[in-house]
């Protein structure tokens, strides 16, 4: 069965470090998505990405925050300059249209 | 503006037995689906059930199903003959059908079946 991946699982990294994450949508999908989840706390949206440009981004996803589509396949979440806040896990989305959207296993963000 | 309200931050349910989880909803959107995600200790989101707002009846899918209740705006999951690996983080969703619009999240309720 097709599924989102996500690498790496873990991420730790530095303060002011900048870190990619990474995501391989479902092929035929067609809008993806990034979210994060502060451990214990709701699930939040931070992009959503269609035909090759940002459709939607929440106050979180702020300068720091891109997202890029490189080669047809992957789908990356670069912060530039992490923050002690960006501790969290980010989960990668994908979805046909109107359905269910497909969340990746995740990536756990650690910044120290 | 979409919003989600879970009530429920926690439920505590004997096995075998039918549980009830709370979601309402909010949207000036015509058009939309509600879903439900299941979050184990793991951490990975698994899809559970989705009704789309113009859906005659409620959805089901084996143990889950979805009482619908449009007029208050309601959306609560019912999962019945509760197991032990049921217990994990739920969360209610939704989003407008309409195009790729983002999916928001509830709070979430943890539930654990207890032996």
């Known amino acids: 069965e097709p599924e989102v991946t996500q690498t790496p699982s873990h991420q730790v990294t530095q303060m002011g470090q900048e870190v990619i994450l990474r995501c391989v949508p479902i092929?035929?999908?067609?809008?993806f998505y990034w979210y994060r989840q502060i451990l214990g706390q709701k699930v939040e949206f931070l992009v959503s990405f269609y035909n090759n440009e940002i459709s939607e981004k929440s106050e979180i996803f702020d300068d720091q925050f891109s997202v890029e589509r490189p080669d047809g396949s992957n789908f990356t979440l670069k912060i530039r300059s992490t923050k002690l806040e960006d501790s969290a896990m980010y989960f990668c989305?994908?979805?046909?249209?109107?359905?269910?959207?497909?969340f990746g296993s995740g990536t756990q963000l650690s910044v120290l | 503006a979409q919003k989600i309200t879970q009530t429920q931050p926690g439920m505590f349910v004997q096995e075998k037995e039918a549980v009830t989880l709370d979601c309402t909803y909010d949207?000036?959107?015509?058009?939309?689906?509600l879903f439900w995600y299941k979050q184990p200790s793991s951490g990975e989101m698994i899809f559970l059930i989705y009704?789309?707002?113009?859906?005659?009846q409620n959805a089901t899918e084996g143990r889950y199903s979805l009482n619908f209740q449009k007029a208050r705006k309601s959306a609560n999951l019912v999962i019945s003959a509760s197991q032990l690996g049921d217990s994990a983080m739920y969360f209610c969703a939704m989003r407008s059908i309409q195009g790729a619009q983002k999916l928001v999240f509830g709070q979430g309720t943890r539930l654990t079946i207890n032996p």
């Open positions: 092929s035929n999908h067609l809008y």
């Open positions: 989305a994908s979805t046909v249209n109107q359905g269910e959207l497909f």
């Open positions: 949207t000036s959107d015509p058009s939309y689906g």
């Open positions: 009704q789309g707002s113009y859906d005659q």
